[in-house]
C-alpha cells in the first residue's frame, strides 16, 4: 500500500511548527501504524545521511519524533493525532494497535500530536504529560505505609465492586481524553481514579479530600472545565465512561460539604 | 570460592535463615536516615517499590526513568499475574512448595536461601496490594480468586484480568507518587542513566543525559539501587517494550559489578508469530491462556499442506486427527508445563515440519474445549481483552478459531550478580527485580517476575541496605565535583561525540536488526558449540562495522531517538558477546539454556550437575572477560531430574 503522510514538525517547544508532506510505499497491510512511522523515519535518516538530498530539499532535517514503548496498548505512551482523531479512526485502541488494513490504499493520512495547553510539545508529535503525575501525586493513592497492611483477604470486596474498580482503572494515562475535549479538560483522567478508588474499604479515611485535592490540581495546572460534551468516552482506548464522572462529581460534593 | 563472590547467605535452617538474619543486621536511626541519599535507576515494579519503601523510611531518594512517566515502565505489560504462597484454595500449597516449584522450575540454577526467602514474602506482598486498592479479580463473596499457571499443580496466581502488570504497578506508582508528594522522592523522568560513578571503589552516584535537552548532569548519594530491568532486546524482536534496554546493568558491569548467568534468557511459548520483516517487536499473549487453552499441531502432513494453502480452516480438523503434543509428552503438567518446556515442543513440532502457518512457524491455541465446559461468557470474563487483542492484530476471531502462536525471547534469567542482601559487587551498587540475577535460575516461572520486583523492593532491600547505610551516616552529601565525576561525565561526552562523528552510510536499526538475527540464530532457543563460536565472531565483524558504518542523525542537545538507540545499541553488541561466552562455557542443558549437544533420548535438557552447579559470574576487562563462579549448594531441596511427565 502506498500513502501520503502530512506530519506535523516542531523542532521544540519555543520554536513554530508547521506541517510536512512525505510518501510512503510498499506498506504491507499487516504492518502497524507505528511501524509504518519506523519504515517512514529509515527513509528520512538516509535521506539525512546523504548530503546532496539535505541540499536538495528545504524540509525539516531527520526523523519525525513520536513516542512509543510497549507496543501492546497497555504502557499508554503512544499517542498521535490521526485524521482528527486521538489514537486514530478506529475505537477502543490506542495507535500502537492501529493497523494500516485499516486505511486506504493511497490515502492522505494527517498525524498531529495531542494538542492542548496542558501538554506542552516537546518536539514533533512527543509532547509532555507530566502533568498526569503532578494530580496523582495530589491525591491517587491510599495512605498506607508498607508493612502495615492486615491479611489480603479480611478485606472482603464484593466481586461488582471490585470489577467497577477494575474497570476504572484500565486507564492507561495517555492524554486522549485531554487532547479530545474541547476545554482540554483532564476529568475523565481523574474521574477513573477517583472512582477506582471510591468504591473500595481501601482509602476511605483519607479518601474524603481525595476527589477536592485532585481537581483542584487540575484546575492549578492549566486544564479546562468540563462542559459534558463526552467526547472524552468517545476516544477513550480503554472504555472508560463518563459514568465516572458523575461519580467524581459525587465525591467532590461530599467532600466539599464535609469542610 | 572467589573473593568477592561471597554470597552471605546465613547459616542455620531454610525457614529460619531470612528472620535470624533481619535480627542480626544493623538499621539505621530515623535522625540519620533523613542525612542520606539514595539513587533509584528504574521506576518498574523493583525501582517504583524500593523508592517508595525507601522515602516511607526518611531516606532522601532519587528515582530515575527513561519514560514521560514512572508508570510507563515495562512492568506494566505484565498480563497473567503474580505468585504467593497464600493456600486459599486450600489445595495445599505452602511456603515451602511454593520455594521448591520454583528451584525446580529453575532447573536447580538458583541459590536455595534466595528463593526460600522469595517464597516466604510473597504473602505479604499480596496484603500489601490490596491495601493500595490493587483491584485483583474476586469471587462473589469477596475474596480473593487464583488461577493456575505454568510449573505448578496448584493455583495460587493471583491476578487483575490480563493486566495485573499494570495494577500492580499502578499500586507501585500510587506508592511513589504519595512519597513524591510528601517530598521525600524526587523525580526525574525522561533522564537516561549513562554511567555509574564511583569513589575510593563505593557507588556514590551517577551520570544522565536529560532525554529532552541532551544536558548531562551528575547525581550523588550514599547508594545506588539498579532496577532497570532486563536485556531481551538485544534480540532486536522480543516482548519487551521499545525502550526497554540493558545499557544502565552494562555500565555498571564495566565499572566493576560481576554479571551473572548471561546465557540465561527466557524464550515465552505464547507470542504472536512472525509476521513481516518490518515488524518491531512480538507481542505476547499470557501464560494465563495455558489454563484453558490446548496446544496442538496437525497429526497429518497432508492437514499442515492444506492449512498452509488456506485451503481449510484449522477448526475443521478433526479431533482425532490433532496431536496435543504438550498433553501427549507430559501428562502430569499437560499444556501448563514450564515455559522453556513449552516452547522446546514447539519448536521440535515445527522443526519437523508441522508448523501452521505459511512461515511453518506456528502452532495452535485452542480453546474449543473450554467454551464448550464453560460456556463463552466465563471465557469472555477471563480473557477478554487478551482476546480482543489477538484478534486486533492477526484478524482472527479466536473463540471461532484456534489462535496461532510461537516462541519469542521475553525476560533475561541472567543480570548484575548480587549477595543475599541483594548487593553487588561494588559496595553501594544494589541491583533488584530482573536487573539481577538472583531468583530464578535456568527458567523463571510464570507470575514470579512480579512477585521478584516487589519482594524485592517492598520487603528486602529497605532491610539490607540499612546494613550497609548504618556504616555510612557519618558520609557527607557526595561531592559531585569530585575528579571521579568530571571524568565519567568526560567519557560519557566523548562517547556521545565518537557516535554523532561516524556519519556512515546504515541506520541504527540496521545494525540492531542484524545482531537480532546473530542472536536467535546462534544464541537462541538451540545453542551449540559450532554456532556459538560462529556468533562470537559475527557480533564482533558487525560491532566494528557499526562503529565505521552507523548514521546517528541529529545532535546531543536536543530531543534525539536516535541517539537514545545508537547508545544502546553500541552496548547490545558487548552483551550479545558476553550471552554467547557463558552459552559456550555451559556445556549443559538446563532451563532456557538448551545446548543440542546434551539432551536425553527423549530430547529433553540434560543437565550436568557435576561440573555446571554454580552461577557463572562474568568481570570486565578491557580484552576479554574474566570467569568467576559461584558454587551452588542444595542442603534443603533434593536435586533431581525435572520430571512434568508423571
Known amino acids: ?259 | 570460592m572467589e573473593d568477592k563472590l561471597i554470597s552471605k547467605v546465613p547459616e542455620g535452617p531454610l525457614a529460619e535463615k531470612w528472620t535470624k538474619y533481619k535480627e542480626e543486621i544493623r538499621v539505621v536511626s530515623p535522625a540519620n536516615k533523613r542525612k542520606m541519599e539514595i539513587i533509584v535507576i528504574g521506576t518498574g515494579l523493583g525501582g517504583a517499590s524500593a523508592a517508595a519503601s525507601l522515602g516511607e523510611l526518611g531516606y532522601n531518594v532519587k528515582i530515575f526513568c527513561i519514560s514521560d512517566s514512572p508508570r510507563r515502565a515495562h512492568s506494566i505489560a505484565a498480563q497473567g499475574g503474580i505468585n504467593a504462597a497464600k493456600n486459599y484454595q486450600n489445595d495445599n500449597d505452602s511456603v515451602y512448595r511454593l520455594f521448591y516449584d520454583t528451584i525446580k522450575g529453575g532447573d536447580y540454577r538458583s541459590r536455595e536461601a534466595n528463593v526460600y526467602r522469595l517464597a516466604e514474602v510473597s504473602n505479604l506482598i499480596i496484603d500489601q496490594c490490596v491495601a493500595q486498592g490493587v483491584p485483583f479479580a474476586r469471587e462473589y463473596g469477596g475474596t480473593l480468586s487464583n488461577r493456575s499457571f505454568g510449573g505448578a499443580q496448584v493455583s495460587r496466581t493471583f491476578y487483575a484480568r490480563g493486566q495485573t502488570g499494570q495494577q500492580l504497578l499502578l499500586g507501585a506508582y500510587a506508592s511513589l507518587n504519595r512519597q513524591i508528594a510528601k517530598g521525600t522522592v524526587k523525580s526525574y523522568v525522561r533522564h537516561e542513566m549513562l554511567d555509574l560513578v564511583l569513589i575510593n571503589g563505593e557507588a556514590k552516584g551517577i551520570i544522565t543525559r536529560n532525554l529532552v535537552t541532551g544536558e548531562i548532569e551528575r547525581f550523588g548519594a550514599h547508594a545506588v539501587i539498579l532496577a532497570s530491568g532486563g536485556y531481551s532486546n538485544v534480540y532486536f524482536l522480543s516482548t519487551n517494550a521499545m525502550n526497554s534496554n540493558g545499557s544502565a546493568a552494562w555500565k555498571c558491569y564495566k565499572k566493576g559489578a560481576y554479571f551473572a548467568n548471561p546465557c540465561f534468557a527466557q524464550i515465552h511459548p505464547t507470542c504472536i508469530p512472525v509476521h513481516g520483516t518490518q515488524q518491531s517487536k512480538r507481542t505476547l499473549m499470557s501464560e494465563s491462556l495455558r489454563n484453558d487453552g490446548r496446544i496442538w499441531v496437525p497429526k497429518k502432513m497432508e492437514d499442515v499442506l492444506k492449512l498452509k494453502k488456506e485451503q481449510i480452516k484449522p477448526s475443521q480438523i478433526a479431533e482425532e486427527d490433532r496431536d496435543y503434543y504438550l498433553e501427549r509428552r507430559y501428562p502430569a503438567f499437560g499444556n501448563l508445563v514450564p515455559r522453556d518446556v513449552a516452547s522446546r515442543a514447539a519448536k521440535e513440532r515445527c522443526d519437523a515440519g508441522y508448523g501452521v502457518n505459511k512461515t511453518g512457524l506456528a502452532v495452535f491455541l485452542d480453546f474449543k474445549t473450554a467454551i464448550a465446559r464453560l460456556g463463552k461468557p466465563i471465557i469472555e470474563d477471563r480473557y477478554g481483552n487478551l482476546f480482543q487483542m489477538y484478534e486486533e492484530i492477526t484478524t482472527t476471531n479466536p473463540y471461532e478459531e484456534p489462535m496461532m502462536i510461537f516462541p519469542a525471547i521475553h525476560y533475561t534469567m541472567g543480570g548484575i550478580w548480587v549477595d543475599y542482601d541483594l548487593q553487588t559487587t561494588i559496595p553501594g551498587l544494589y541491583a533488584i527485580g530482573e536487573a539481577n540475577f538472583s531468583d530464578h535460575g535456568g527458567n523463571r516461572l510464570g507470575a514470579s517476575a512480579l512477585m521478584q520486583g516487589l519482594a524485592d523492593g517492598y520487603f528486602i532491600l529497605p532491610y539490607t541496605i540499612g546494613d550497609y547505610l548504618s556504616h555510612k551516616f557519618t558520609d557527607p552529601f557526595t561531592d559531585i565535583n569530585a575528579p571521579e565525576f568530571v571524568e565519567a561525565e568526560k567519557n560519557v561526552k566523548n562517547r556521545i561525540h565518537k557516535l554523532f562523528a561516524i556519519k556512515g552510510k546504515e541506520t541504527v536499526d540496521y545494525y540492531h536488526k542484524k545482531l537480532g538475527d546473530i542472536m536467535w540464530e546462534k544464541v537462541g532457543m538451540a545453542r551449540d558449540e559450532k554456532g556459538l563460536k560462529e556468533g562470537i565472531s559475527q557480533i564482533a565483524e558487525l560491532k566494528d562495522e557499526f562503529w565505521k558504518n552507523v548514521y546517528v542523525s541529529g545532535k546531543n542537545e536536543e530531543f534525539n531517538q536516535e541517539l537514545e538507540k545508537a547508545w544502546r545499541l553500541a552496548d547490545y553488541f558487548e552483551i550479545g558477546d558476553l550471552m554467547a561466552r557463558d552459552a559456550l562455557n555451559r556445556k549443559e542443558s538446563c532451563g532456557g539454556h538448551f545446548r543440542t549437544e546434551m539432551k536425553t533420548e527423549e530430547g529433553e535438557t540434560k543437565r550436568d550437575d557435576e561440573n555446571f552447579m554454580f552461577v557463572s559470574a562474568w568481570e570486565y576487562s578491557e580484552k576479554v572477560p574474566i570467569f568467576h563462579k559461584e558454587p551452588l549448594t542444595f542442603e534443603f531441596a533434593k536435586v533431581e531430574t525435572r520430571n512434568y511427565k508423571d
Open chain 1, 1 to 259: 500500500m502506498n500513502f501520503t503522510l502530512k506530519i506535523w514538525r516542531q523542532a521544540n517547544a519555543k520554536t513554530k511548527g508547521h506541517f510536512e508532506k512525505y510518501q510512503v510505499h510498499d506498506i504491507s497491510p499487516d504492518t502497524s501504524f507505528l511501524e509504518m512511522l519506523d519504515i517512514l523515519n529509515d527513509q528520512l535518516i538516509r535521506d539525512g545521511s546523504d548530503p546532496v538530498a539535505v541540499n536538495k530539499s528545504c524540509h525539516t532535517e531527520g526523523p519525525v519524533a513520536f513516542d512509543s514503548d510497549c507496543r501492546e496498548g497497555i504502557c499508554g505512551m503512544c499517542s498521535l493525532y490521526i485524521n482528527g482523531r486521538a489514537h486514530g479512526p478506529e475505537d477502543d485502541i490506542t495507535t500502537c494497535q492501529l493497523y494500516m488494513r485499516k486505511f486506504k490504499d493511497g490515502e492522505t493520512i494527517t498525524v498531529e500530536p495531542f494538542r492542548s495547553a496542558g501538554f506542552p510539545i516537546i518536539k514533533d508529535l512527543v509532547v509532555d504529560r507530566g502533568a498526569f503525575d503532578k494530580i496523582l501525586q495530589a491525591g491517587g493513592f491510599t495512605d498506607i505505609n508498607v508493612g502495615s497492611a492486615p491479611d489480603a483477604n479480611s478485606i472482603l470486596v464484593s466481586k461488582v465492586k471490585a470489577d467497577k474498580s477494575m474497570d476504572a482503572s484500565a486507564c492507561v494515562g495517555c492524554g486522549a481524553c485531554v487532547a479530545t475535549c474541547k476545554n482540554g479538560s483532564a476529568m475523565l483522567f481523574v474521574a477513573a481514579r477517583v472512582s477506582a478508588l471510591a468504591d473500595l474499604p481501601q482509602g476511605k479515611t483519607e479518601g474524603v479530600k481525595r476527589a477536592k485535592s485532585m481537581v483542584a490540581k487540575m484546575d492549578e495546572l492549566g486544564f479546562g472545565a468540563c462542559t459534558n460534551t463526552q467526547a472524552c468516552q468517545m476516544e477513550c482506548p480503554k472504555g472508560i465512561t463518563v459514568a465516572n464522572i458523575a461519580r467524581l462529581n459525587k465525591e467532590f460534593l461530599s467532600s466539599k460539604f464535609k469542610d
